[in-house]
Nanobody
């Protein structure tokens, strides 16, 4: 298992950029795909971006494609989410999560667990 801690959230204006970071502990990080999820008030948690365990493959939800970039550094055990051109609808609590199964890359919410505590992103219009 891995333990995950997110950071980097905050209050920004529409059009601004923000980078979220997720620090992992545990030996298995480099074997696990990682995902960034978000949950807005009254809405279900959604997968917005994911990256394979080696970083060679990525996934983005249509709502963030072209604006968000996910990356990882296996040596540092971190995964980042660069968010550009932020919109008010990006306001949510953002969570990182690790794949349940090593050496797989699935872009479905059920494939991830080991959630972090979340970091709030608020975009004012």
């Amino acid at each position: 298992q891995v333990q995950l801690v997110e950071s980097g959230g905050g209050l920004v204006q529409a059009g601004d950029s923000l980078t979220l970071s997720c620090a992992a502990s545990g030996r298995t990080f480099s074997s696990l795909a990682m995902g960034w999820f978000r949950q807005a008030p009254g809405k279900e948690r959604e997968l917005v971006a994911a990256i394979s365990y080696r970083g060679g493959s990525t996934y983005y939800a249509d709502s963030v494609k072209g604006r968000f970039t996910i990356s990882r550094d296996n040596a540092k055990k971190t995964v980042a989410l660069q968010m550009n051109s932020l919109k008010s609808e990006d306001t949510a609590v953002y969570y990182c999560a690790a794949s349940r199964t090593p050496y797989t890359f699935l872009v479905a919410a059920y494939a991830y667990d080991n959630w972090g505590q979340g970091t709030q992103v608020t975009v004012s219009s």
